[in-house]
């Protein structure tokens, strides 16, 4: 088998077989097959797409390629949740809790953020003393005895996605439907997990920016997992507008905090309970979405979630301290407030500026080495739909003074995130469909 014949076939619109696919793959992973080859054929991709099964031979053979987590000393069924991505997304840490304390076993691999969205791994650890690396036996105990832990992706898996991925960043390839969908999933089903929820956002500060591609992308993932035997559903969700109001380390601790108090925002709760439900579904603890929410609602009344945070911090090594009073979490010295200079209502938040805003003032990597500021970031006073008088405070910046350098910048570009009109404009939808293997349903 040559390389070279692969990429004509691909080029010319034909299928790869398993076996073709395979040999690309692992070619490529072990240093075989070169950059330029592995570009030409993921360029031929972006053009000619692949089919299901071709998508499906990618996911695995990118799985195989490294450890695989075997989940099967844990009791139940292991529902893992992935998002595609967003800014201000916090909603592992409202729904690991929340669908652990309905019994669903939560076994949690999360990554870090770089560029303009945040990674759960760091604000996990705004928490003093949260540990992100447990080792797999303590990873299993965890689970079994609490039923909740959330750990950094293990550095050996999916090294042929890394590589991939690396060269796809810099080839113009990133956004091709099949390349995503088998990336994504093979991270997932190396980490062991039987059924998955995708969160697929869409809208300004997501991959896909409309809601047709989110669609696609969420059908190709649902493909993936059927044709490989793990439950998959996805929920596609709206990211026109950051999720809640806080989007920074410590500040989104904050919130999904409150959120597990029953004092969140609306937009975070309802988000968090919807894809909590699709887990306890697939988990087999509910039978259907209304019984799901019920379920999910009276655990957070109870305080049963919020206990299931407090316990994986303890057994993580966390302050719980910081859990019950929130003022002990890092916080920025200087708290900088963004001014409205028009009168009307906010009709759109480009939540990748607000992303970048918070990059700079410390709140993300700018590259992989960068050190992240665990209490900078932005907090939102509006959001789409509020009305605003000249003067009004948009947004805070929470920054430190070793940041001083990035504050206009960042106050430039929270400003020109914010589009404000003359007439009202109708609260987005939280969620647009559900994509399931028997097919879309649109809300
Ligand atoms: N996230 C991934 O993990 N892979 C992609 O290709 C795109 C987003």
Redesign the pocket.
Known sequence: MRAVDLIRKKRDGQELTTEEIGFLVRGYSEGRIPDYQMSAWAMAVYYQGMSARETADLTMAMASSGETIDLGSIRGVKVDKHS??GVGDKTTIVLGPLAAAAGVPVAKMSGRGLGHTGGTIDKLEAISGFSVELGKERFFRQVNELGLAVVGQSGNMTPADKKL?AL?DVTAT?DSIP??AS??MS?KIAAGADAIVLDVKTGSGA?MKTLEDSIRLAKAMVDIGTQVGRRTVAVISDMDQPLGYAIGNALEIKEAVATLRGEGPADLEEVCLILASHMLILGGKAADEEEAHALLKAKLQSGEALDKLKGMVSAQGGDTSQIDRLDLLPSAELQIEVRSESKGYVDSIQAEEIGLAAMMLGAGRETKDSVIDLGAGVELRKKIGDPVEIGDTLAVLHLNPARESGRAEAERRVLGAYGISGTKVPRRPLVFALVTPDGVKRF
Do not use: A, D, N, P
């Open positions: 595609t991505g991925y796809r990133v390349l995503i990336s994504v991270k991959f």
